[in-house]
C-alpha cells in the first residue's frame, strides 16, 4: 500500500491524513477491542473499590472456611489459600500495575527522550557519549539487573519501579536518535538555523513533534510490557510483597496449587494476559493510524 | 574485511569494559553494606568488618575497582558466598545448560518465525494473514511464566512424553565433557539416547522462552517484506519475467532479512533475561538458576559475575548478527573495505 | 506496418480508502513495429499506471481494469492466462525504470541478476543453456549497451558502479532476452545532463540497430523531440492529443499541449527573455574561496584524506543581479551557497556580503536580515508537523517581534506569495507542491532580507508549476529590489531568470559572464558540452548550439562506460 502511496499517479487525492487515520483506524476491529481492554482496565483500577466483590479481600483478610473455592457466582474467580476473593484481588491489583507503569514511564520517557533529542541534534562528543552508554545499558539483561538491584535494595513496589525505569529510558533514546538523525537530513532543520532559531526551539517545536507519533505508539505498547517486567519480578519473590495484591505474586503462590485448583494461578495469570493484550493491540493500532515504524 | 573485524572485536572489548564498570559502580552505589548485606541483620559488628577486610571493601574505591578489573582480566570474579567456591567455576558449571537452551531458542525462533513471516506477507490482508497475526499477538503477549506453567500443566498432564524438570533423565549415567551441550556431546559419543532424551528436556522450556520473540521476529518480517516488496526493484524483476516464487524467496528475503535479524540480536538481552524466570521454574540447571539463587541470597560477587556473563552473551550474538549481515548485504562488507 | 502494441478503450479505476476513482480515461493509443512513441504527461497524468498495466505489474486490487483491451502482437493480454503472460515478459515487453539507483537489488551481483533473467526465461521455454553459454549473452548485452570491461562489471554489485553505468546495465537487463517492445520510464531523468544524452543517443541507436520499438514515459518535451517519432500527450487519465512529432511540436492543438509547450523555458532563438538589469555595488563578493572536507575512516575515526569540493572560487553579486551558479551533482555549488549563507566556513579565502565579512556576523540578527535562502524541495524544507503559520513565525519571533506583529506580517506575507489567508492553519501535506513552495518563498522574505540564495527553488515541481514560482520570484525581486543567487542544473531556466552565470565544474568556476555571452560564446568546453547535451524543443534551438568535438567532451565529462579503480 505506501509503495501506492508514493506513487505520483496514486488515486488518494482529496482525502486529508486525518481521515485517512481515521479510515485506517475504523477498519481495524483489533485496535478498538485493544481500546476498550485498556478502559476497562483503567477504569477496573481507578474504581477498585466500587467494583471488587470483596475490598476486604485485598489486604490481609482471611476466611478459611472458604479457602481454595472454584469459581462460583460469589467467587467468579475462585478463592485463594485463605479464602480471599481473587476476582477482588485481581481488580486491585490492576491498581499496582498501573501505578507501576505510572511510575516507570513517567520518569523513563521524557528522560529518554531528551537524550535522544540531544544525542541526535548536536552529534559529536554528545553523540559518542549518551549513545555508548545507551549502547551498554542495552547489553544488560534487563530482567537480571531488575533483579540485582531489587534484590540489593530490598523488593518492594518503589524499588521494582526504581530499578525498571533505570532500564527503560533506553529505549526511547534509541528510537528518538534514530527518528532525529533521519529528521536531520531534512532540510527544515537548517533552515529553522537560517531563521535564527535557538537550539532548544528546534529540538523541542521543530525535531519533538516528528517524534510524537512513533512515542505515542511505543508508550502504549510499553504500557503492557512494564507490566509483564512487574508481573515478572514480582514472581519471583523480588517486586511487590504480600499481602498487596499483585498479580505476579498470585500466579507464584497458585502455582503451588496446580493443578488441582489450577484458578488460583491461571484467573491472574489471564488478568496479565488480558491488560498486556489490551495496550498491545491499542498499540498497533496506532501504528497502523499514524503509519509509523518502530 | 579484516580491519572491519578487528575494529569490531576492539569495539566488543570497549563495551565489555564499560559494561564491567558500570556493573561495579552500581553493585557499590546501591545504599548498604555489600559485607552486611551478605552477612544480614544478625551478624556482629566484628564478623562484618571481618568480611570487609576479606572483600577488600576497605580499600578505597579506585583501588577496588582496579582490583576488581585487573582480577577480571585474569578470569578472577571473586569467590561466591553461597557456594564459597570461586565464582568463574561456578559459571563455568552453569554455562553450558544455559547456552544449550539459548541455542536452541535462537534456532527454533529463526526456523519458525521468518517462514511464517513471509507467508503473513505473501498473503497479506487474507484470513491467513489474520490468523498468523493472531498467533504473533499470542506470543507477544503472553508472559514467560504463564506460559511456563501452563506448558508444565499440559505437558505433566495430558502429554507425559516431555519432562518438565531438568536437562536428562537421572537414570541416564552421562557427562558432557566436550562440549558441554548435551545434544552435541551424544552425537559425538554416539549414545543417541542421550540425544533424544536431551532434546526432549529442551523442548517445553524452549518453546516457552521463544514465544515472545517468535512473535515478534515474525511481525516484523511481514512488515520488512511488504516494505521491500514496494520497491522499484522488486517490480523490475517481475517485469522481467522472474517467477514470483524466486522474487519472493531470493529477491525479497535476502534484503528483507535484514531488519529481523537486528531485531533478534536486539532483543537477545531479554532472552537472556527470560531465561531466568524459565529456567526457575524449570528447575534447569543454568547460569540463569545461578543467578536467581545468589541474587535471593545477596551473593554480590556472584551476581556481578552473572551480569557480565549475560552481557559478554549479548554483546556476541549481536557480532555474530552484524557478521551475518554482512554476508548477506554486500552493502556492509564494501564500506567496511573502504574505511581501510 | 502492424501494430505491435495496441490499446483500445482502456479505463483503469483504484479503489483506496473506500473510494473509487478512476485514473485512466477511454485511452487509445498503439506503437507500430519499429516504432518510437512517446507518452507525455507531468506527475499525477496516469502515464505510470499506463505502463504497469501494459507490464502487468499493477497491483490489482487495489487496481482495476473497467474496460478496454491490450493486444500485443495481436494477443489480448488482459485475457491470458497468467503463465502465458509471464512468458511475454522481457521476452516480448521489457522495461527500464526511472530510476537506476532503486531498479537494482543491492545485495546481489549484477551477473547473478543478469543470469536469473537469461535462466528463467529459458526454462520458460522449455530451453536449457550451460552457463558458459548464458554468460556469452550477458557479456553480448553488455557490449550492446557499450559497456567496456563487461567481465567486471558481471562480478560487481549495483553500489559499486557509476549512476551512468547503472543505466546501461539496466537497459542492457530489459535487452536480455531480445523483447520486441521497451518502455522506458523517464531514462536518464535521474542522471546529470550530459550522462542522459548519452543514454538517449544510445537508446536510439538500440532502436535502430535492434529492430526495437520504443515506448518512452517522460515528462521532458526536449527528450520527446529527440527520441520519437509519434506523441501521445497524457493529461488526468486522458489522452488530449496525439500525432506525429512534427505535427505536435509545430503546431500543437490541445490548450494542454500548447501551454505545455509555453513553459518550457526557450535555451535559444526569438522567445529568449534576456534579463539585464542590474544595479550599483557587490552585495556579495566571494574571493578566492576554497572548501576542503576531511574524510574520515580507520582507527578511531581518523582523518584519511581530503577532498577539495569548492577550488579558488571568486564571484561578484551586484545589487539586483540574478547570478546563476550552473553545475552538475557534485560540482560544489551547493557547498559554495552553504558558505556564502555562513553556514559553513571556508578553509581559504573570503566572503563579504554587502562589504562585511560574513565570519564576522553569521549568525546575528543582522546576517539573517540581510540573506536567506529558499531550498530545492519544499517538502523537506517545511517541517511537515507544524502549520504553516507556525513555521512562517519562526523567523521573526527570532528577530524579536511580538505575537501582534508576527500575526499581522504573516497575514501580508501570505498576500505577498498569491496565497490566501486561509492557509495559515494548514499543514504542509495539506499544500500542493507549488503551494508549499510560495510558503517557502514567503519564510525566507519574512524579515524582509536583501539576498536570497535560490537552491534549485523549481526542480522539484512539474513544467507549468514552475513557470508560476518563476513568475512570482521576479516580481518580488522587481516589487523589493532583491538579488538573487540561484542555483541550479537547468541551463534553460537559467537563460531566462539570469542576467550572469558562473558554470561549476568539480569545484571551479570555468566560466562567467552575462547570460547572453556565456550562452551565445561559451568558450569553456565543459560549457558547450552542457549546452550541447540539453534536450530542447526546436529545431531552431538545436541549430544554434555550440559545437562540441568527442575529444573535448572526453577531457571534461566523467564516462559512463568504464569503470573506475
Same mark, same amino acid.
Given at each position: 500500500? !505506501? ?14 491524513? $486525518? ?37 476486604? !479481600? ?64 548536536? $552529534? ?13 545499558? @542495552? ?17 518492594? @513496589? ?14 526511547? =533514546? ?78 507464584? =503462590? ?27 493491540? @491499542? ?12 | ?57 576497605? /580499600? ?13 582480566? *585474569?578470569? &578472577? ?9 570461586? %565464582? ?20 527454533? *525462533? ?45 505437558? /505433566? ?58 512473535? *515478534? ?38 534484503? /528483507? ?11 537477545? /538481552? ?28 545477596? &551473593? ?6 552473572? %551480569? ?33 | 506496418?502492424? #501494430? ?297 575515526? #581518523? ?61 546575528? #540578527? ?200
Amino acid at each position: 500500500m !505506501s509503495a501506492l502511496l508514493n506513487d505520483p499517479d496514486a488515486p488518494n487525492r482529496g482525502l486529508t491524513s $486525518g481521515q485517512m487515520a481515521f479510515y485506517r483506524f475504523r477498519r481495524n476491529p483489533l485496535a478498538i477491542i485493544g481500546a476498550i481492554i485498556v478502559i476497562s482496565v483503567i477504569l477496573a483500577a481507578i474504581f477498585a473499590p466500587w467494583l471488587a466483590p470483596s475490598p476486604e !479481600s485485598a489486604g490481609s483478610f482471611v476466611d478459611f472456611r472458604n479457602r481454595h473455592a472454584p469459581p462460583s457466582w460469589d467467587h467468579p474467580m475462585g478463592t485463594d489459600n485463605v479464602g480471599r476473593d481473587v476476582l477482588s484481588r485481581v481488580i486491585y491489583g490492576y491498581r499496582v500495575s498501573l501505578g507501576l507503569v505510572l511510575g516507570v514511564l513517567g520518569f523513563a520517557v521524557p528522560f529518554g527522550v531528551v537524550l535522544g533529542l540531544a544525542a541526535g541534534y548536536f $552529534g559529536g562528543w554528545t553523540e559518542t557519549l549518551i549513545m555508548r552508554f545507551t549502547d551498554i545499558m @542495552l547489553a544488560l539483561p534487563p530482567l537480571a539487573m531488575a533483579l540485582a538491584i531489587t534484590a540489593v535494595l530490598s523488593p518492594n @513496589l518503589i524499588n521494582a519501579m526504581i530499578a525498571i525505569t533505570l532500564l527503560w529510558w533506553t529505549w526511547h =533514546t534509541r528510537l528518538i536518535y534514530r527518528i532525529v538523525k533521519a529528521q536531520m537530513n531534512e532540510d527544515y532543520v537548517e533552515a529553522a538555523r537560517v531563521a535564527g532559531a535557538s537550539d532548544v526551539h528546534i529540538l523541542f517545536r521543530e525535531l519533538l513533534p516528528n517524534c510524537v507519533s512513533a512515542v505515542a505508539v511505543k508508550i502504549s505498547l510499553d504500557a503492557g510490557f512494564v507490566i509483564l517486567f512487574g508481573a515478572a519480578l514480582s514472581f519471583l519473590g523480588l517486586g511487590v510483597q504480600p499481602p498487596t495484591p499483585d498479580l505476579g505474586t498470585m500466579v507464584a =503462590t497458585g502455582s503451588e496449587y496446580m493443578p488441582e485448583m489450577w484458578w488460583q494461578a491461571v484467573m491472574p495469570g489471564l488478568a496479565i494476559l488480558y491488560a498486556i493484550l489490551g495496550f498491545n493491540l @491499542l498499540g498497533d493500532g496506532l501504528r497502523d493510524m499514524l503509519d509509523v515504524e518502530l | 574485511m579484516f580491519s572491519y573485524l578487528l575494529r569490531r572485536a576492539i569495539t566488543l572489548l570497549l563495551v565489555l569494559l564499560g559494561l564491567a564498570i558500570l556493573i561495579f559502580v552500581i553493585a557499590r552505589i546501591v545504599p548498604g553494606d555489600p559485607a552486611r548485606i551478605a552477612l544480614g541483620p544478625l551478624a556482629t559488628a566484628d564478623q562484618v568488618t571481618e568480611l570487609r577486610a576479606e572483600m577488600g571493601l576497605d /580499600a578505597a574505591f579506585p583501588v577496588q575497582l582496579w582490583t576488581y578489573l585487573t582480577g577480571l582480566a *585474569q578470569g &578472577d570474579l571473586g569467590k561466591s558466598l553461597l557456594t564459597s567456591r570461586p %565464582v568463574m567455576d561456578d559459571i563455568r558449571a552453569a554455562l553450558p545448560a544455559t547456552f544449550e537452551l539459548v541455542l536452541f531458542t535462537v534456532v527454533l *525462533q529463526i526456523v519458525v518465525s521468518i517462514p511464517l513471516g513471509v507467508m503473513a506477507a505473501v498473503y497479506r490482508n487474507t484470513w491467513v494473514d489474520n490468523v498468523l497475526r493472531v498467533v504473533s499477538l499470542i506470543g507477544v503477549v503472553t508472559p514467560g511464566f504463564v506460559l511456563a506453567i501452563l506448558l508444565q500443566l499440559v505437558a /505433566a498432564h495430558y502429554l507425559g512424553f516431555f519432562p518438565v524438570t531438568g536437562r536428562l533423565d537421572g537414570s541416564i549415567d552421562f557427562s558432557a565433557d566436550i562440549t558441554g551441550l548435551l545434544v552435541v556431546d551424544g552425537v559425538l559419543a554416539g549414545r543417541f539416547d542421550v540425544v533424544l532424551d536431551a532434546a526432549r528436556h529442551l523442548f517445553l522450556p524452549s518453546i516457552a522462552l521463544a514465544a515472545a520473540g517468535i512473535g *515478534q521476529v515474525m511481525r516484523i518480517t511481514r512488515t520488512a517484506m511488504i516494505e521491500v516488496a514496494g520497491r522499484d526493484f522488486i517490480e523490475a524483476s517481475r517485469a522481467y519475467g522472474i517467477p514470483e516464487r524466486v522474487v519472493t524467496f531470493r529477491y525479497m528475503l535476502r534484503v /528483507a532479512s535484514v531488519a529481523p535479524l537486528t531485531i533478534l540480536g536486539l532483543e537477545f /538481552a531479554s532472552l537472556i533475561g527470560n531465561a531466568f524466570i524459565v529456567e526457575f521454574v524449570f528447575s534447569w540447571p543454568g547460569i540463569a538458576s545461578y543467578g536467581v539463587r545468589t541474587i535471593l541470597q545477596k &551473593d554480590l560477587n556472584a551476581v556481578i559475575g552473572v %551480569v557480565l556473563v549475560s552481557g559478554l552473551f549479548f554483546v556476541v550474538a549481536n557480532l555474530t548478527i552484524d557478521l551475518l549481515l554482512g554476508l548477506l548485504d554486500p552493502r556492509h562488507r564494501i564500506r567496511a573495505a573502504r574505511d581501510r | 506496418m502492424s #501494430r505491435l502494441l495496441d490499446i483500445q478503450d482502456l479505463c483503469i479505476g483504484f479503489s483506496a480508502y473506500g473510494q473509487h476513482r478512476r485514473v485512466l480515461h477511454h485511452v487509445n493509443m498503439h506503437v507500430e513495429e519499429g516504432e518510437r512513441v512517446s507518452l507525455i504527461g507531468q506527475s499525477g497524468s496516469g502515464k505510470t499506471v499506463t505502463m504497469r498495466t501494459i507490464i502487468g505489474t499493477l497491483p490489482m486490487p487495489p487496481g482495476k481494469v473497467e474496460q478496454g483491451s491490450i493486444h500485443y502482437a495481436g494477443q489480448s493480454l488482459l485475457d491470458l492466462a497468467r503463465a502465458e503472460r509471464n512468458a511475454l515478459k522481457g521476452t516480448g515487453i521489457s522495461i527500464v525504470l526511472q530510476d537506476p539507483m532503486l531498479s537494482f537489488n543491492p545485495v546481489l551481483t549484477i551477473g547473478r541478476q543478469m543470469d536469473d533473467i537469461i535462466r528463467y526465461a529459458d526454462i520458460r521455454s522449455g530451453r536449457r543453456r550451460p552457463k558458459a553459454e548464458r554468460r556469452a549473452q550477458m557479456v553480448e548485452t553488455l557490449r550492446k549497451v557499450q559497456l567496456k570491461d563487461s567481465g567486471r562489471v558481471l562480478d560487481s554489485y549495483p553500489v559499486m558502479l557509476s549512476g551512468g553505468m547503472r543505466q546501461r546495465v539496466l537497459i542492457g537487463m530489459a535487452l536480455l532476452n531480445k523483447p520486441r517492445l521497451l518502455i522506458a520510464d523517464e531514462p536518464g531523468t535521474a542522471l546529470d545532463v550530459t550522462t542522459q544524452a548519452e543514454i538517449l543517443a544510445l537508446l536510439n541507436t538500440l532502436v535502430a540497430k535492434e529492430g526495437l520499438s520504443l515506448l518512452l514515459i517522460t515528462h521532458n518535451l526536449g527528450v520527446v523531440r529527440e527520441m520519437a517519432d509519434r506523441v501521445y500527450v497524457m493529461e488526468r487519465g486522458h489522452i488530449v492529443e496525439s500525432g506525429p512529432r512534427d505535427d505536435i511540436f509545430d503546431a500543437p492543438d490541445h490548450p494542454y499541449t500548447r501551454r505545455l509547450m509555453a513553459a518550457v523555458p526557450p535555451l535559444y532563438g526569438h522567445k529568449v527573455k534576456t534579463v539585464t538589469h542590474t544595479g550599483p555595488g557587490d552585495m556579495v563578493a566571494v574571493e578566492g574561496v576554497s572548501k576542503d572536507f576531511l574524510t574520515r575512516g580507520g582507527w578511531l575515526n #581518523r582523518v584519511t584524506g581530503q577532498f577539495r569540493a569548492v577550488r579558488d572560487v571568486t564571484l561578484n553579486v551586484a545589487r539586483g543581479d540574478v547570478f546563476g551558479v550552473a553545475g552538475e551533482s557534485g560540482s560544489g555549488k551547493t557547498t559554495l551557497a552553504k558558505m556564502i549563507l555562513g553556514l559553513t566556513s571556508p578553509s581559504a579565502g573570503e566572503i563579504r556580503l554587502d562589504g562585511r565579512p560574513v565570519s564576522d556576523f553569521a549568525g546575528t #540578527r543582522d546576517f539573517r536580515k540581510l540573506i536567506q535562502i529558499v531550498y530545492q524541495n519544499p517538502g523537506s524544507s517545511l517541517n511537515r508537523r507544524r502549520t504553516v503559520a507556525d513555521q512562517l513565525a519562526v523567523p521573526l519571533k527570532f528577530t524579536g517581534q511580538d505575537r501582534a506583529a508576527i500575526t499581522r506580517r504573516i497575514g501580508e506575507l501570505l498576500t505577498l506569495v498569491d496565497l490566501p489567508q486561509a492557509y495559515a492553519s494548514m499543514y504542509p501535506h495539506e499544500l500542493s507542491g507549488g503551494q508549499k513552495q510560495r510558503v517557502a518563498i514567503a519564510r525566507a522574505l519574512s524579515v524582509n532580507p536583501r539576498i536570497l540564495v535560490l537552491d534549485e527553488p523549481t526542480s522539484a515541481l512539474d513544467v507549468l508549476v514552475q513557470s508560476t514560482v518563476i513568475d512570482l520570484l521576479n516580481r518580488l525581486r522587481d516589487e523589493f529590489d532583491l538579488t538573487y543567487i540561484f542555483i541550479s542544473h537547468d541551463l534553460s531556466l537559467m537563460r531566462n531568470f539570469c542576467n550572469r552565470v558562473a558554470v561549476m565544474l568539480r569545484g571551479e568556476v570555468v566560466e562567467t559572464g552575462p547570460v547572453a555571452d556565456i550562452f551565445d560564446a561559451p568558450r569553456h568546453p565543459y560549457t558547450r558540452a552542457l549546452l550541447s547535451a540539453i534536450p530542447v524543443i526546436s529545431p531552431e534551438e538545436d541549430a544554434r548550439k555550440p559545437p562540441v568535438t568527442e575529444a573535448e567532451r572526453a577531457k571534461v565529462l566523467a564516462t559512463s562506460t568504464e569503470l573506475e579503480d
